[in-house]
């Protein structure tokens, strides 16, 4: 559990480097999002949200992994992993329907990834032991 988390935490990671350098200009927006970045001024907010609900999912996985000791946030933490699978498998589902070639490619794979580990985490046990997990 404790390793599906470290990846979930060093994808995600990578994950909002990517959306600031949409923000940026360096990766296209036209080839994310499944091409519904019409102009301009969406791209903010698109990415906006993505940066956002990204960080957020950082949050909920070093909550749930111990990182950061809010034993008041743990039980929203094992909600928000769940919301992660399913959020992840909705992602999954959109790069699936994508009409641009690099989401197809590149995102479906990591979309995969993302669902697994996310399940993997969701599924462990609460009380995580360097010696059982």
Known sequence: MRIAGNLLLILLSLLTVFH???IQGVFPYQQTWGGAIEDENKVFVYEGF???STLL???IVS???EYLKLKSFKRAA???VWAMVGFFTMSLIGNLMAKTKMERIVFIPISIILVVLSFRLA???KKLDKTTD
């Open 20 to 22: 600031i350098l949409v």
């Open 50 to 52: 993505a940066i956002v």
């Open 57 to 59: 999912f950082i949050l």
């Open 63 to 65: 909550v749930k992994l």
């Open 78 to 80: 094992n909600i928000g």
């Open 123 to 125: 599924i462990g046990k």
